[in-house]
T-cell receptor, first 113, second 115 residues
Framework: AQSVTQPDIHITVSEGASLELRCNYS??????LFWYVQSPGQGLQLLLK????DTLVQGIKGFEAEFKRSQSSFNLRKPSVHWSDAAEYFC???????????WGAGTKLIIKP | DTEVTQTPKHLVMGMTNKKSLKCEQH?????MYWYKQKAKKPPELMFV???????INESVPSRFSPECPNSSLLNLHLHALQPEDSALYLC??????????????FGSGTRLTVV
């Protein structure tokens, strides 16, 4: 079955520390992979995406993600978090041939001052 | 213009009311979506329009009625809603199948409360 797993419901990180949010997927076809961020009461903003090519993807706001096919993972990283990064982060996977996005449950990022 | 604009931002309606949510994009995208999002949950797909034609209806109750008047506009007509329909309603757009190389762009949503 197709699925996306974000193992951490919430993560607390000190401001200035590094961050890694985990995402594992199960998808039979060639996946498109996305990370979205959602601030409270707001819509979803695309951080980065992977379709093919270089497995290390750079996104907005200093985020990057690495696609590892052998581990079916697409983890999101940031070297130094800012208080404004506090939000909900969603990983999603979609296929070439359909419109459906399969979403992870989300990880809430809490920043400690 | 790289935005998806949704109006209104907030809506409170009674269970006997009729209201509409509106979504507009000017990115030249030919696929548009309605999602429903409950608190602390990922968004759930409701409808997909591709080239102004309804492509996917995820078994949504008939009290929700989508409409795509043209390639830039998407409406969601609401009638006789229930309190459990209270949620954040998100509109999104993308290139159609096989051309979705830029991902999905979401609007900021309409916060709907049914009383």
């Amino acid at each position: 079955a197709q699925s996306v797993t974000q193992p951490d419901i919430h993560i607390t990180v000190s401001e200035g520390a590094s961050l890694e949010l985990r995402c594992n997927y199960s998808y039979g076809a060639t996946p498109y992979l996305f990370w979205y961020v959602q601030s409270p009461g707001q819509g979803l903003q695309l951080l980065l995406k992977y379709f093919s090519g270089d497995t290390l993807v750079q996104g907005i706001k200093g985020f990057e993600a690495e696609f590892k096919r052998s581990q079916s993972s697409f983890n999101l990283r940031k070297p130094s978090v800012h208080w404004s990064d506090a939000a909900e982060y969603f990983c999603a996977v979609g296929g070439v041939s359909n419109y459906q996005l399969i979403w992870g449950a989300g990880t809430k990022l809490i920043i400690k001052p | 213009d790289t935005e998806v604009t949704q109006t209104p931002k907030h809506l409170v309606m009674g269970m006997t009311n009729k209201k509409s949510l509106k979504c507009e994009q000017h990115m030249g995208h030919r696929a548009m979506y309605w999602y429903k999002q409950k608190a602390k949950k990922p968004p759930e797909l409701m409808f997909v329009y591709s080239y102004e034609k309804l492509s996917i209806n995820e078994s949504v109750p008939s009290r929700f009625s989508p409409e795509c008047p043209n390639s830039s506009l998407l409406n969601l007509h609401l009638h006789a809603l229930q309190p459990e329909d209270s949620a954040l309603y998100l509109c999104a757009s993308s290139q159609p199948q096989r051309r979705r190389s830029y991902g999905y762009t979401f609007g900021s949503g309409t916060r709907l409360t049914v009383v």
